[in-house]
Nanobody
């Protein structure tokens, strides 16, 4: 079983940047996929970025060119670099462990996720 703890969220002005981290413990990264997804109030969950064990990445169209996902296996930590933030990026961001990287920045199956870290973008 893997435990995931996100950090790094906060409040930032539009155009700014943040770096989210996801620390993993337990049966770390045993699946084939890690991802970040987000959920804003009143909206459905949305895959943001995913990465598999080969280092391949996929992104949601809405964040391509602005967000970067990376994985440091030595530190058991998943990162999400958020640049050129927009108001619509405001959401709770979660990291997830799963399998099967798919297009659009997500894993086909997520079997564990953390409590989330809040990102608020203001004008």
């Amino acid at each position: 079983q893997v435990q995931l703890v996100e950090s790094g969220g906060g409040s930032v002005q539009a155009g700014g940047s943040l770096r989210l981290s996801c620390s993993a413990s337990g049966n770390t990264f045993s699946g084939s996929c890690m991802s970040w997804f987000r959920q804003a109030p009143g909206k459905r969950r949305e895959g943001v970025a995913g990465i598999d064990s080969t280092g391949s990445t996929t992104y949601a169209d809405s964040v391509k060119g602005r967000f970067t996902i990376s994985l440091d296996n030595a530190k058991n930590t998943l990162y999400l670099e958020l640049n050129s933030l927009k108001l619509e990026d405001s959401a709770m961001y979660y990291c997830a462990a799963g399998r099967g990287l798919r297009d659009g920045g997500d894993c086909s199956v997520r079997y564990a996720w953390g409590q989330g870290t809040q990102v608020i973008v203001s004008s």
